[in-house]
């Protein structure tokens, strides 16, 4: 388990063990990729992030991934592996997220992406992340960093 702070400094706990913090999280985060290139999409007010948000009443976490990944992206999830767990301690409250890694096999236009301006695909990651005024702030702690090296050593090939 690690725990460090995020970028609003609040407590994070994360862990790559099997649900470690609840059975049914009400949040998920998803690594996505298409061809050999990163799937994020760009949110109207927190900017470039993997794809992500809240659980609805009906369905399950992976669910959840699969939908967000296709409202935000337009991505149709192929494969998907859930990766680890984590629990940021907010100011008002405290949220359960899992996170998914995906493969996403193809990408439609649509005409909504949500609260997102849809698809953004990189060949790289940029290094200075945490500092880039483009980036998410929940692209800017350890969660990105660690989950990321667990997606290089299991899925991608080097
Ligand atoms: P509402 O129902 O809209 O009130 O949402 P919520 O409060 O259930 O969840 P929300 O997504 O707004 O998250 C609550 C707080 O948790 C946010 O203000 C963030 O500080 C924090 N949070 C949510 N997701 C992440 C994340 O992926 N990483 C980090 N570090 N903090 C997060």
Known sequence: MYRF????????????????????P???????RYGNK????????????????????E??????????????TGGT?????????YKVFGKEKTIIKNIYFATVSTLTVQETYFETKGPVLL????????????YSFIMKDDVLEKA???VLNQYIKQ
């Open 26 to 32: 009400r949040h998920v985060w998803v690594i996505c």
């Open 5 to 24: 702070k995020d970028y609003y400094h609040n407590e994070v706990q994360l862990s790559f063990e099997d649900h470690p913090y609840s059975q049914n």
């Open 38 to 57: 990163w799937l994020l999409t760009e949110h109207e007010d927190r900017g470039l992030e993997f794809p992500g948000g809240k659980v609805e009443n």
């Open 148 to 150: 990321l090296e667990k």
């Open 59 to 72: 369905e399950n976490a992976q669910e959840a991934a699969v939908r967000e990944v296709k409202e935000e």
């Open 77 to 85: 999830v192929e494969k998907i592996d859930y990766l680890g767990q």
């Open 123 to 134: 060949q790289e990651l940029p290094k200075n992340i945490r500092i880039h005024k483009d």
